[in-house]
């Protein structure tokens, strides 16, 4: 689920002049694409262990993005479930959780009419 909100985020940033910071809770997510993943590129998607990398679909996705030089992101990992607004807004979107997004929007609305 994580690999695929990063795919989402970079599609929805595709093309932007400037870099884009893509934000994680998940340190396997931001792990897999700062530290392995061109790593198993070159292993032809292999892990050290010999083994098929896990989500190889996704991260051949990730690597596709990755490559293309119009295309100019970076993922971060930050703490899950410590108030950080956007994270939880994404995780409120991906668990479908429509109570919690509608609080957090909620939120929102007052943070800016003041």
């Known amino acids: 689920m994580e690999l695929t909100a990063i795919i989402k985020a970079i599609e929805y940033v595709n093309r932007q002049p400037e ?10 997510a931001e792990r897999s694409i700062n530290e392995w993943m061109n790593r198993w590129y ?13 989500n190889v679909d996704l991260m051949k996705i990730l690597h596709d993005y990755y490559a293309k030089e119009f295309v100019r992101f970076e993922v971060k990992k930050t703490s899950g479930h410590c108030g ?4 939880e807004l994404a995780d409120a979107k991906a668990t479908g959780d429509q109570a919690k997004f509608k609080k ?6 007052e943070r800016f009419a003041s």
């Open 19 to 28: 870099l884009a910071t893509i934000y994680t809770d998940s340190a396997y």
């Open 104 to 109: 957090i929007f909620k939120r929102l609305e």
């Open 84 to 87: 950080v607004l956007g994270n």
């Open 42 to 54: 070159f292993n032809g998607w292999y892990n050290s262990k010999k083994k098929l990398v896990e």
